[in-house]
């Protein structure tokens, strides 16, 4: 019986295997949430899901490029990276809310793109290839 060893993976397949490639289901999931939210919360809040949306897609790319810059060594620690990350989104998230860009209910729904896209995407990634030696 001999043991099963993964094969080493590229660059290119490392991004799309990981976070990075998880961002287009994250979209998608956004587009199809958006395509629904007239039925949901009536064509007048409609943008609101979009705008939710395209923070999930543009959080889990930051996410993505933090985790990507601490595994190739960044300067700056994780913890540090990801609370200025979270700042932002929080601050975007309020600035949208208090100028009336969406509303919270319709900005929620358009987050829970995030995840959504990431379970779809699990799911229907390809298992990464191993050899037996």
Same mark, same amino acid.
């Given at each position: 019986?001999?043991? #099963? *060893? %993964? @094969?080493?993976?590229?660059?290119? *397949?490392? *991004?799309?295997?990981?976070?990075? /490639?998880? #961002?287009?289901?994250?979209? $998608?999931? @956004?587009?199809?949430?958006? &395509?629904?939210?007239?039925?949901?919360?009536?064509?007048?809040?409609?943008? /609101?899901?979009?705008? /939710?949306?395209?923070? +999930?897609?543009?959080?889990? +790319? +930051? $996410?993505?490029? =933090?985790?990507?810059?601490? &595994?190739?060594?960044?300067?700056?620690?994780? /913890?540090?990276?990801?609370? =200025?990350?979270?700042?932002?989104? =929080?601050?975007?998230?309020? #600035?949208? #809310?208090?100028?009336?860009?969406?509303?919270?209910?319709?900005? +929620?729904?358009?987050?829970?793109?995030?995840?959504?896209? $990431?379970? =779809?995407?699990?799911?229907? %990634?390809?298992?990464?290839? %191993? %050899? *037996?030696?």
């Amino acid at each position: 019986a001999g043991s #099963i *060893e %993964r @094969a080493p993976m590229t660059d290119l *397949e490392t *991004e799309q295997n990981g976070l990075f /490639g998880l #961002i287009f289901p994250v979209a $998608i999931a @956004a587009v199809v949430l958006t &395509m629904l939210a007239p039925f949901v919360v009536g064509m007048d809040q409609a943008s /609101g899901v979009a705008v /939710g949306g395209a923070l +999930a897609t543009l959080n889990l +790319a +930051a $996410i993505a490029l =933090v985790v990507r810059g601490v &595994m190739r060594g960044a300067v700056l620690s994780w /913890g540090a990276l990801a609370t =200025v990350k979270f700042a932002l989104l =929080v601050f975007v998230t309020w #600035i949208v #809310i208090k100028n009336h860009w969406a509303g919270v209910f319709p900005l +929620a729904l358009g987050y829970a793109a995030l995840p959504l896209g $990431i379970v =779809v995407g699990q799911l229907t %990634r390809a298992a990464p290839a %191993r %050899r *037996e030696g």
